[in-house]
T-cell receptor, first 115, second 111 residues
Framework: GAVVSQHPSWVICKSGTSVKIECRSL??????MFWYRQFPKQSLMLMAT?????????EQGVEKDKFLINHASLTLSTLTVTSAHPEDSSFYIC???????????FGAGTRLSVL | SQQGEEDPQALSIQEGENATMNCSYK?????LQWYRQNSGRGLVHLIL?????REKHSGRLRVTLDTSKKSSSLLITASRAADTASYFC???????????FGKGTMLLVSP
């Protein structure tokens, strides 16, 4: 149990376009989901906490208008990178909290390359 | 700022050997978790140890926690090539659900 699906796994886009990444909890309801960014050989950096039915809580330094997060249901959160630029190229990972012991269940990640 | 700092940054061992990774943190915690990440993939939860626990086992994994030193260690016994991955500690502080991840240890287990 506790499977989180993230899609797409890899996306290449042109500079200036927007990219949407989906994160779904397949076999449980997740009131809270998290979005992270990871640079090569580095740790995860929390971008925002997504709560179902309310606005996301962004970490300091993360542009809300750049990284739009929507958590419309208990099983789906989306991250939209708007007007992507090459510096937005990174590995984005989502996770979901089942509300048990604060263990997070992670998606497989999305590698974004902006040309 | 990073809560957890793992050392070593990288560890290379032979199959069958034990691997020990350490994690230090700065503030009081509710619990500490260890996660594993295979290259280019998401993280997988390995084990959680509460702040009032000192040691915990799960299969070939052994985790210790020393809250006085604000440190934890992860021991993988009888390592296998399939254990090759990056290992991260993560801390949960106060009543918040967010986790703060350390910088990770890259483990390479050679056959």
């Amino acid at each position: 149990g506790a499977v989180v699906s993230q899609h797409p796994s890899w996306v290449i886009c042109k500079s200036g376009t927007s990219v949407k990444i989906e994160c779904r909890s397949l076999d449980f309801q997740a009131t809270t989901m998290f979005w992270y960014r990871q640079f090569p050989k580095q740790s995860l950096m929390l971008m925002a906490t997504s709560n179902e039915g309310s606005k996301a809580t962004y970490e300091q330094g993360v542009e809300k208008d750049k990284f739009l997060i929507n958590h419309a249901s208990l099983t789906l959160s989306t991250l939209t990178v708007t007007s992507a630029h090459p510096e937005d190229s990174s590995f984005y990972i989502c996770s979901a909290d089942r509300g048990s012991k604060n263990i997070q269940y992670f998606g497989a990640g999305t590698r974004l390359s902006v040309l | 700022s990073q809560q957890g700092e793992e050392d070593p940054q990288a560890l290379s061992i032979q199959e069958g050997e034990n691997a020990t990774m350490n994690c230090s943190y700065k503030t009081s915690i509710n619990n500490l978790q260890w996660y594993r990440q295979n290259s280019g993939r998401g993280l997988v939860h390995l084990i959680l140890i509460r702040s009032n626990e000192r040691e915990k086992h799960s299969g070939r994994l052994r985790v210790t926690l020393d809250t006085s030193k604000k440190s934890s260690s992860l021991l993988i016994t009888a390592s296998r090539a399939a254990d090759t991955a990056s290992y991260f500690c993560a801390t949960d502080a106060g009543g918040y659900s967010t986790l703060t991840f350390g910088k990770g240890t890259m483990l390479l287990v050679s056959p």
